[in-house]
């Protein structure tokens, strides 16, 4: 399966964006699917996951309340809508997908996209 990120962008504190992550190749129904981002000068981190089906989600304690994950598997698309933004949250921001339960850990996805830059201006 191919992933494909976007809707990053420059945005002012406070505001909002929503990232697409759009797959080709397989459907990504079968697929759990995860958000990581990668900080200037620092490791990927985990954002937020979700089930095959939607049916559950996780989420880093540093997002929790202001990012929402959803999929919409018709449109073979997750989205990762992104709100109260803050300068902290710039950084590159990747898809991943993989067949097992959903995962804190980059390594327990196969499936990885671009990436896509989200920088947040103070």
């Known amino acids: 399966v191919q992933l494909v990120e976007s809707g990053g962008g420059l945005v002012q504190a406070g505001g909002s964006l929503r990232l697409s992550c759009a797959a080709s190749?397989?459907?990504?129904?079968?697929?759990?699917v995860g958000w990581f981002r990668q900080p200037p000068g620092k490791e990927r981190e985990f954002i937020a996951a979700i089930s095959w089906t939607g049916g559950s989600t996780y989420y880093s304690d540093s997002v929790k309340g202001r990012f929402t994950i959803a999929r919409d598997n018709a449109k073979n698309t997750v989205y990762l809508q992104m709100s109260s933004l803050k300068s902290e949250d710039t950084a590159v921001y990747y898809c991943?997908?993989?067949?097992?339960?959903?995962?804190?850990?980059?390594?327990?996805?196969?499936?990885w996209g671009q990436g896509t830059q989200v920088t947040v201006s103070s």
């Open positions: 190749g397989r459907t990504i129904s079968s697929y759990s």
């Open positions: 991943a997908a993989d067949r097992s339960v959903p995962r804190r850990t980059p390594s327990a996805y196969e499936y």
